[in-house]
């Protein structure tokens, strides 16, 4: 598995034959590459631009949830194996992972004859199986790649919904307020 998330990451000539062929390398891995520039620019960019404002805060996400539903359950079962392998290699901390017991049930039922025989009807069956994985104490960086990794690696028949717990300060106008009632 590391090796697989390394080539990913950084080999793209490799890559070319693991992803779809709609995937184009180009424009894809071609926004992690820094642009070159020469050292004056470099040398002029830092000094118009203080140290404070180049710097931007990552986002802390305090969980982040997968909701995994699918027709297969083996399906279900091996994606989540790969999302929580995945997890392992870039050092996520992985929470619960969970499934109920039984299967959601929708069944429909249709008359085989419309005009004459009104007593013999088909009933179908469509059984909807979750899987739900949480995720703890991620990055902004470290879950964009994390999510787009699992997001590119679906399988067919499976729908994923995320779902994420966002860590902020405290506004101002209450921790001001918090601190007038302590005193």
């Not at 040398?43 to 805060?57: F, R, S, T, W």
């Not at 027709?71 to 992985?94: C, H, K, P, W």
């Not at 025989?117 to 069956?125: D, G, I, T």
């Amino acid at each position: 598995m590391t090796t697989l998330l390394k080539t990913l990451l950084m080999n793209s000539r490799k890559t070319s034959a693991l992803l779809p062929s709609n995937f184009n390398l180009s424009t894809r891995w071609l926004y992690s590459m820094p642009p070159q520039r020469s050292e004056a620019s470099k040398i002029e960019q830092n000094d118009m631009v203080p140290a404070a404002q180049n710097e931007e805060l990552d986002k802390l996400y305090k969980t982040i949830e997968f909701e995994c539903r699918g027709n297969d359950r083996a399906v279900l079962r091996s994606y989540t194996q790969f999302a929580t392998m995945a997890a392992n290699e870039l050092g996520i901390q992985i929470g619960k992972c969970w499934s109920p017991r039984k299967a959601h049930h929708e069944r429909y039922t249709l008359l085989r004859s419309i005009h004459v025989h009104k007593r013999c009807r088909v009933q179908y069956e469509v059984r909807t199986w979750f899987r739900f994985i949480h995720f703890h104490k991620l990055t902004g960086s470290t879950a964009e790649t994390f999510l787009e990794y699992v997001q590119r690696n679906l399988p067919e028949g499976v729908a994923l919904k995320v779902t994420k717990v966002l860590l902020e300060n405290i506004p101002e106008s209450v921790s001001s307020h918090m601190k007038s009632e302590i005193a």
